[in-house]
């Protein structure tokens, strides 16, 4: 059964060291294609190693990815 639109939440908003599912890229094309072209695509599973102060550096696809603040608010996650 697919999780409601209820569980998703911003990535800025994920505990550091938890895992969560890409649900959802929002905002505009070349955004969403960036991010794909990095690995984010709706289904991996990713975790944020470190998410305070600056960037966001998330493990995702056995690679680290360093992400900023305001991509990463629009990219919903859900819990895995």
């Not at 994920?14 to 990095?38: F, H, Q, S």
């Not at 960037?55 to 819990?79: F, H």
């Amino acid at each position: 059964m697919p999780a409601s639109h209820e569980s998703r939440f911003p990535l800025t908003a994920a505990r550091p060291g938890c895992w969560v599912r890409l649900a959802r890229i929002e905002g505009n094309e070349r955004i969403a294609r960036r991010l794909a072209e990095l690995g984010l695509t709706p289904g991996v599973e990713l975790s944020v190693i470190q998410g305070h102060g600056g960037p966001l550096v998330l493990a995702v696809r056995g690679s680290r990815l360093a992400i900023g603040r305001d991509t990463a608010a629009n990219i919903l996650v859900e819990t895995v």
